[in-house]
């Protein structure tokens, strides 16, 4: 669990400079490094001064615990919050309808035959997909209107003539798809939240606050990033989060603290763990090329080696969290997972009444007809793609394994172990943490060292960062587990 702590009475040096930087009014971007205490930090900054300020939060968890550790004088809201009540309540009656698959949403905006570019004949299907995924682009942008570099590319569509014929036929539509979601009350395109936040930031507002906070700035979509930067005028700005945790990058999110106008500072200094568990987490920094080293507290005694009965188990995948559940579970453990499976047991039954047949009443997937339907949509429906860890799971063990597994959890307060994958770990620590197995080891490659041993193809970015989070969710104990192989892999090694 996280615990609601002072990480330290007196502000370390780094600290203190940042406060210092703070009250002189400069914008800042701060580097904060896993545990070093940046909630506390934003909360010092906030006492120096009498200003109205605003934080921006990453999601409502961090947003309610920034409550109660700020001042009055600081409102804390998620971006989609803020979003919402300057404009998105309007479309309430629209968030959350049912899914359907994107051809049914293009047929209805007219997307009603395929198209032929050279040899290849691009069906209604796909059409639809670049429509939609057009959309999504997008919002995620910080372009006024829908263009033609926001038409997804398509694989077999080589040269630029061919990529042009498809932005050509995609355009309209897509133009379409976005006059369609400007009604509040109906229309053919599912409406979701990213959507009201792109319209809200279409509208240039202004937030009403004289300084700005904006937390885990390394996972900001550009749309959001425009937003805050453009308060430099009338606000102090603050961005502060860790690039080296940019984990979000498949949503749209991308790191933009480095390149950010500002005075950049860095926490270095760890208030979570000692200076062992600060080494392990050197190695993903260095791997990751991130602009932070990490030092540990000689006050806290953190050891790295196996763990029997971990408080937590961080897994790298959905699919690899449930597996962690059911094995825990047959160990006889009190199981808790991350977030909860409420909304895996509906999606459960869900699936067994489309696998057997019958109709589901589930709102996110009650236009489907049967199991096959919802695959080919997980699979091939880029709005389908936060479907696929479920589906894989489904057909990995079967919908009644999983309803028995989540009928078996239990909340967190009264588990023995929790289970989580790194990204919704993200943001929380335990006592005693084993990494879970679904971490795989890089490839080899063609490359062979002096001894004739195949050397690994270099770690991405990408492995690196979700590692780094993992590692440092642990204060006392970390059992590297699947991640174990970092202690023979020649680069980490050099950098260790």
């Not at 050279?118 to 829908?146: K, N, P, W």
């Not at 199991?371 to 997980?378: F, K, L, N, P």
């Not at 002096?450 to 979700?466: K, N």
Request: one cysteine or more; hydrophobic letters at 40%.
């Amino acid at each position: 669990m996280t615990p609601h702590r002072a990480e330290t009475q007196t502000p370390t040096d780094e600290q203190a400079h940042a406060a210092d930087t703070f009250r002189k009014g400069d914008h800042l971007v701060l580097q904060a490094g896993a545990g070093t205490g940046k909630t506390s930090t934003l909360g010092l900054l906030a006492t120096t001064t009498r200003r109205r300020g605003r934080y921006l939060a990453f999601n409502k968890d961090i947003a309610r615990d920034a409550a109660t550790r700020f001042p009055r004088t600081v409102l804390c809201k998620t971006a989609h919050a803020t979003a919402y009540a300057a404009l998105g309540h309007r479309y309430a009656h629209r968030l959350n309808s049912p899914r359907q698959p994107a051809w049914k949403i293009g047929q209805g905006l007219g997307v009603t035959r395929p198209l032929r570019i050279g040899d290849h004949e691009i069906s209604q299907r796909v059409l639809s997909q670049a429509m939609l995924r057009t959309v999504s682009h997008f919002c995620y942008s910080a372009d006024s209107s829908v263009a033609g570099h926001h038409v997804p590319r398509l694989r077999r569509l080589s040269t630029p003539t061919e990529q042009a014929k498809l932005v050509e036929a995609v355009m309209p539509f897509a133009a379409k798809a976005w006059a369609d979601l400007q009604n509040p009350e109906q229309g053919v395109v599912r409406f979701e939240h990213d959507h009201y936040l792109k319209m809200w930031a279409l509208t240039g507002p202004k937030i009403e606050a004289e300084f700005l906070f904006l937390d885990e700035a390394q996972d900001t979509n550009p749309v959001l990033e425009q937003v805050f930067a453009a308060q430099r005028d009338h606000a102090q700005l603050v961005m502060v989060g860790d690039s080296a945790q940019a984990i979000y990058g498949w949503r749209g999110a991308r790191d933009v603290m480095t390149s950010f106008d500002a005075a950049h500072l860095t926490l270095s200094r760890s208030f979570r763990f000692g200076p062992l568990l600060a080494e392990q987490a050197n190695r993903w920094l260095a791997l990751a090329e991130a602009p932070i080293r990490l030092t540990g507290s000689e006050a806290i005694s953190t050891e790295v080696g196996p763990v029997a009965d971990p408080d937590a188990v961080l897994c790298r995948t959905n699919i690899g969290a449930m597996t962690e559940v059911m094995r825990l579970l047959a160990d006889g453990r009190r199981v808790a997972l991350a977030r909860g499976g409420h909304t895996l047991s509906a999606l459960a039954f869900a699936a067994r009444d489309l696998k057997e047949g019958r109709p589901t009443a589930h709102p996110e997937l009650v236009l489907f007809a049967s199991w096959g339907e919802v695959q080919e949509y997980a699979e091939h429906d880029p709005a389908g793609r936060d479907l696929q860890p479920f589906v894989d799971l489904v057909d990995t063990h079967g919908s009644d394994a999983i309803l028995a597994a989540v009928d078996k959890l239990t909340d967190e307060d009264h588990a023995d172990v929790t289970v989580s994958t790194a990204h919704k770990a993200k943001g929380r620590e335990w006592p005693t943490v084993r990494i879970a197995d679904d971490f795989p080891p890089p490839k080899d490659s063609d490359q062979h060292d002096a001894q004739g041993v195949p050397i690994p193809e270099p770690v991405s970015d990408t492995d690196a960062r979700l590692a780094y989070v993992a590692v440092t969710r642990a204060r006392h104990r970390l059992d590297l587990g699947g991640l174990s192989w970092i202690d023979s892999y020649p680069a980490a090694s050099a950098a260790s």
